[in-house]
């Protein structure tokens, strides 16, 4: 449906849930928390409902504050739920109650493999982030910007775009990424609180694992290792380890990067290539899958035969 | 001068020694090789002279291999020379012969403290990067801009504003930024290439050193030590260690953070501060200066000496 059509709708009812999906990131909750803000200034009744506590790096946001964490609890109803940058219901988790109670559901996303889900549905591939859509919708409910909403959108586009790096940054994200600097907006600390932001045992593991690196074919293919004991041993958690294969491939003059986790499910791998490696042909003959150059794959194994299987598998690839 | 009039003055020469400035940046290379482009495609002649070997990380550029280092020959002459992000004469180290030499010198730069040294200046302070004034420069030149001379002009936006984050950022900034999406530039390439890019010796370095965190003062300072004995096992540079700083001041909870550096000349110290510590003050106080969140000093006595000196004048901040 149009977007028009969705603020018609909007400007009908009075009262919303909003639900970002389960493991909020950046885009779920600036979305989230700038569209409460816009709603509650036409004077309607909004409650932000999520999944998990949301991560204190955007405790910074306006409207973090006003976030609610499910607890099954049965008083949460509205004229009209909607779910953001949610691509299928399972990314609804326990909150699908919530969503199935309520007959006026709206369904607002950029992913391509969105399965339309609710009453009504608003999916734009373009968008680099839900957050250009709500800056649209904001505008078709003329609700005047103001730096609260502001600074909830341009953390959502600064984080689903790696701060304007991933190849979905459009010229639309940087003309609204200036709109909200001409609004007077802080850009520098939301990028410092919220992409240069790390907990101390983030940071020990980031050393940790760093220490591990291991080059081969003539330092085209480089080795970064987690194990159960490294993550344990300085109080981190498994996410903590998430973007580390990044700096194996930022290695200058290697083409492949791949970090090893240790998990309770086996050995999760995961492949970055820089530019001519498809790394997914290689993960797909692992019993995984993923893009070209990016991909993963988990290995029912030791940590070393796991290393020695990759190492011959890219032996093809590097020696010829 | 106004940029009108360069353009003007550039139309009427035919031969042009562009000279980025000594330790030559992401900036200083962009705008240098995109204005050798820009001017190649009028039909002109141009040498862009460099004091060192430009660093390797911008190698992908199309104009890179184009770049001479100066030897002290003095076979360089040209119509008109151009100094570009050039502060003051002494930025152009040894190149200040050849830039001597010619009458119709120009100097296009955006920072405050320039000192007008060449017979036309144009400065442009609320330029984000020399970039920007590179781009209405080719527009006033009546260059059709191609993803060439627009990968060269991007490479320049997006190192001198952190990738989009320092507060230099405009609109006119991110208008440029989309403008070179819309030509096709390929820009996650050049984020891959310029600012996710480290060496091996950096690399090993940056976890090295994260491994010497210390916290005090519940956490609100973060202190990271560089030994010269670290920087040779890994075979890093000194230069290698510049912006770790930065991780200490990332740390969640931190106010300050701090890096303590081994050098010849001392033990140097580099403070940063997130929201309220003035550590110019700090700095002053130690003999050195600085901004209010980013200042530094040198201090001539131990490691250790100079720990426990920054962690009493600090004690005066946090401990009330």
């Not at 005047?144 to 459009?170: H, K, P, Q, V």
């Not at 970064?224 to 990044?246: F, R």
């Amino acid at each position: 449906m149009a977007l028009e059509d969705i603020a018609k709708i909007i400007n009908e009812n009075n009262s919303f849930i909003l639900l970002p999906h389960v493991s909020a990131d950046g885009d779920s909750i600036g979305s989230s928390t700038g569209l409460s803000l816009a709603l509650k200034k036409l004077g309607k009744k909004v409650t932000i409902l999520i999944e998990e506590e949301p991560p204190s790096v955007f405790k910074f946001l306006p409207e973090f504050e006003n976030i609610k964490v499910y607890n099954g609890d049965d008083k949460y109803s509205a004229d009209c739920v909607i779910a953001l940058d949610t691509g299928d219901i399972k990314r609804l988790g326990n909150r699908f109650a919530v969503f199935e109670a309520c007959s006026n559901t709206i369904n607002i996303d950029h992913h391509q493999t969105n399965t339309n889900f609710a009453v009504i549905n608003h999916i734009d591939v373009k968008a680099a982030a839900v957050a250009e859509i709500m800056w649209d919708l904001t505008g078709l409910l003329k609700v005047e910007m103001d730096t609260d909403i502001a600074s909830c959108l341009y953390t959502s586009i600064m984080t689903d775009t790696g701060g304007f790096r991933f190849s979905n940054t459009t010229s639309k994200t940087h003309d609204i990424a200036g709109r909200i600097i001409d609004l007077g907006v802080n850009i520098d600390k939301i990028a410092a609180n919220v992409l240069e932001s790390n907990s101390v045992a983030k940071l020990m593991l980031i050393g940790t694992v760093l220490s591990t690196l291991e080059l081969y074919y003539g330092n085209k293919l480089a080795i970064l290792t987690v194990t159960s004991d490294m993550i344990e041993k300085v109080n981190a958690t498994e996410e903590d380890s998430d973007g580390l294969v990044n700096y194996a491939k930022g290695i200058i003059g290697t083409e492949v990067g791949i970090l090893l986790k240790e998990t309770a499910g086996g050995i999760r791998v995961n492949f970055r290539s820089k530019e001519y490696v498809d790394v997914a042909e290689i993960a797909v003959a692992l019993g995984g899958g993923g893009h070209k150059k990016a991909a993963g794959c988990t290995l029912e194994m030791s940590l070393e035969d796991a290393k020695a299987k990759i190492l011959q598998m890219f032996k093809d690839v590097f020696v010829k």
